[in-house]
T-cell receptor, first 114, second 113 residues
Framework: DSGVTQTPKHLITATGQRVTLRCSPR?????VYWYQQSLDQGLQFLIQ???????AKGNILERFSAQQFPDLHSELNLSSLELGDSALYFC?????????????FGEGSWLTVV | DQQVKQNSPSLSVQEGRISILNCDYT??????FLWYKKYPAEGPTFLIS?????DKNEDGRFTVFLNKSAKHLSLHIVPSQPGDSAVYFC????????????FGTGTRLTIIP
């Protein structure tokens, strides 16, 4: 158990819909990351938040947005869903200590768009 | 543009032998490298890392080697055990303290009893 909690674990929705994925980081971790893993793909970095502010942005579509709340949990919002958005979405967290980049991943949220 | 490449999608190794997983990168700004292990239905788990100031880092049965001139790193597992069967991801970061990791596509390692 990494200490990172993601909900829901599985989600099936229709094209054009909007979903929200939720992540609770490990206790004390200030950084939260979102990654997308599509079939036969590596993990693609989407976005990082640190203590409530956006810190780094990767290949995140404009239809996607994220935020980190004062209690440090984060949500990833996916809108106008397309079939190609079906993927495993991972949240990860780290303490953002200098000299070490260990990131701890949650178990992921499986999104299926039909 | 795949900046971190794992060219072997799968690898099978006899139990007790050495497993060698390879990773190549193209971005010369990468200076911190990590290996993650992933079991089905679980998130990736950190395994071992190496900074660009080193060429080797060892942790128990796991050793990571870095060849900066060749932009190549490898993970050695000795001896291989059945519990090592998993997907292994190589990841790289352009700046220590910057956790924006770029991952490879993974290598599925199967240890044959």
């Amino acid at each position: 158990d990494s200490g990172v909690t993601q909900t829901p674990k599985h989600l099936i929705t229709a094209t054009g819909q909007r979903v929200t994925l939720r992540c609770s980081p490990r206790s004390g971790d200030l950084s939260v990351y979102w990654y997308q893993q599509s079939l036969d793909q590596g993990l693609q970095f989407l976005i990082q938040y640190y203590n409530g502010e956006e810190r780094a942005k990767g290949n995140i579509l404009e239809r996607f947005s994220a935020q980190q709340f004062p209690d440090l949990h984060s949500e990833l919002n996916l809108s106008s869903l397309e079939l190609g958005d079906s993927a495993l979405y991972f949240c990860a967290s780290s303490a953002h200590r200098q000299g070490g980049n260990t990131i701890y991943f949650g178990e992921g949220s499986w999104l299926t768009v039909v | 543009d795949q900046q971190v490449k794992q060219n072997s999608p799968s690898l099978s190794v006899q139990e007790g032998r050495i497993s060698i997983l390879n990773c190549d990168y193209t971005n010369s700004m990468f200076d911190y490298f990590l290996w993650y292990k992933k079991y089905p239905a679980e998130g990736p788990t950190f395994l071992i890392s190496i900074s660009s100031i080193k060429d080797k880092n060892e942790d128990g049965r796991f050793t990571v080697f870095l060849n900066k001139s060749a932009k190549h790193l490898s993970l050695h597992i000795v001896p291989s055990q059945p519990g090592d069967s998993a997907v292994y991801f190589c990841a790289a970061s352009a700046e220590r303290g910057n956790e924006k990791l770029t991952f490879g596509t993974g290598t599925r390692l199967t240890i044959i009893p």
